[in-house]
């Protein structure tokens, strides 16, 4: 089932998400739900903030053939090194990119959709999506890394976008 995502400055977008402490079946569609809905978009990455489950569930799949889904429950970042600055963009403020500094590698530990552990060691493009999917669980999205300024003129702009979408 595809989900309708929240756009940017939605409120909603700033809540904290809980852990999930029990794997019960609504966490395995809420994950299918979410990749179908980050296929669909297109996107390679999407939090359950950005959908209104204030859980802490991410779907990732930053593959070219769009075959390689990650489903992270509850991720922890147990070890981060170094320093890279790319082009971000989200689901939640689309149309919209900006450079955002991120940790160069990160090792992720988390559980699967059934409550597996893993780790996991990312580096490149699955870093920076890690961090900044893991952001929207504490209620921050990439815009607010940018200046104060430049933040208001994103804010405006989605609004008015909003606004002549009905
Ligand atoms: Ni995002």
Redesign the pocket.
Known sequence: MILPILEYPDPRLKKVAAPVRTFTPDIAKLAADMAETMYAAPGI?L?AT?VDVHKRVIVMDISEDRNELRVFVNPEIIAAEGEAEGEEG???VPGYYDKVARAERVTVRAQDQFGKPFELEAEGLLAVCVQ??MD?LVGK??VDYLSPLKRARVATRMKKKQKLAG
Do not use: D, I, P, R
């Open positions: 990455g939090a950005q989200c689901l939640s900044h999917e929207h999205v990439f």
